[in-house]
């Protein structure tokens, strides 16, 4: 638990609650010496609503957007889309066309922000973005991304170098646009179970919900690199891509309730193509799920005063030994 200590003019009872937004708490107490000092303490968000992004780094592909709200002790999909478009034609009351191919487009924040809003009834708390992002212009590999190669490379999860050109000024805009909105970038000098937004890394999240040792095989774009020596034909690459899918759902499923994600068999998938916006649409609920963690206080953020790509705690276990 991270605390700041200041000065507060006047006296004040024993721990006055003196103001509150998600995540944080001020309070107010009296020292030894009589005068009132301020705390402030990050703390787990109860009854929290979270903003699960799998962002293109271009404008021209589509993202997937996940909202999921916590009602008790637990969580439920308040919404799913494969596109930014999508997801804001699902708060004006337009349901998914999941046979339909997404179309890519620059992220409007306000209008996601206030789509998440009437579709959860209530602003949202934390959004956990697959991207990117830093307080400062993004120009070349940061040291978020060194760290999380480092400790997570050997078992499949290095992570892309972003450049000035991609994500680039989509990213910065992106960062502005929910500073300007009160969702600060939470890095690494920042405790778990702060609201904000944070970066995650999907590959690394899907170590710890599948309780794997390596990488998951579940990416449409490297379906043929990863069972290149077999050589295999489409339809059994389709097959093999849709078990994991399968199976990244039901782990979702244990977290999350309601999780509206139509999955095919694989005699009704003719093309790798098709299977694109549901692979997006995982990684956002992959995304919320890691916000979730994250305002539990279960998260770990690597990287600097810059950056932080924030990753579930249990990632960093292995499961070789595990029993089960």
């Not at 409007?108 to 009437?118: G, S, T, V, W």
């Not at 890691?290 to 579930?312: F, K, N, Y």
Request: positive net charge.
């Amino acid at each position: 638990m991270a605390s700041r200590q200041g000065t507060v003019a006047g006296r004040a009872s024993a721990w006055r609650m003196a103001s509150w937004s998600p995540g944080r708490q001020i309070a107010a107490r009296v020292s030894k010496s009589g005068k009132a000092v301020a705390i402030e303490t990050t703390t787990p968000v109860a009854g929290g609503l979270v903003l699960g992004i799998d962002a293109a780094w271009t404008a021209h592909q589509p993202s997937g957007v996940a909202l999921v709200r916590q009602r008790g002790d637990s969580w439920l999909c308040a919404a799913l889309a494969p596109s930014y478009q999508s997801f804001i034609d699902l708060a004006d009351g337009t349901p998914v066309d999941w046979a339909s191919r997404p179309q890519g487009s620059r992220p409007e924040i306000n209008a996601l922000l206030d789509a998440a809003e009437r579709l959860g009834g209530r602003p949202v708390d934390l959004i956990a973005f697959d991207m990117p992002l830093s307080i400062e212009p993004i120009g070349n590999r940061r040291a978020a991304d060194r760290e999380v190669s480092r400790l997570f490379g050997s078992r499949g999860c290095a992570v892309h170098s972003p450049t000035a050109q991609r994500p680039g000024a989509i990213a910065d805009r992106i960062r502005q646009q929910l500073q300007s909105r009160g969702y600060p970038l939470c890095v690494a000098s920042d405790s778990p179970g702060r609201s904000g937004v944070i970066e995650v890394y999907p590959h690394v999240a899907l170590l710890a919900l599948l309780q794997r040792d390596y990488r998951v095989a579940y990416k449409v774009s490297r379906s043929l690199l990863y069972w290149k020596a077999e050589k295999l034909p489409v339809s059994e690459r389709i097959r093999r891509l849709l078990v994991e899918f399968r199976q990244i759902r039901t782990a979702l499923n244990q977290h999350i309730g309601a999780i509206a994600l139509p999955l095919p068999e694989p005699e009704e998938v003719s093309a790798l193509a098709a299977l694109k916006p549901l692979e997006d649409s995982l990684d956002a609920l992959v995304c919320a799920w890691v916000g979730m963690e994250h305002l539990q206080g279960r998260t770990r953020g690597l990287g600097d005063s810059i950056a932080a790509i924030w990753c579930p705690e249990q990632a960093f276990r292995s499961w070789k030994d595990s029993p089960g």
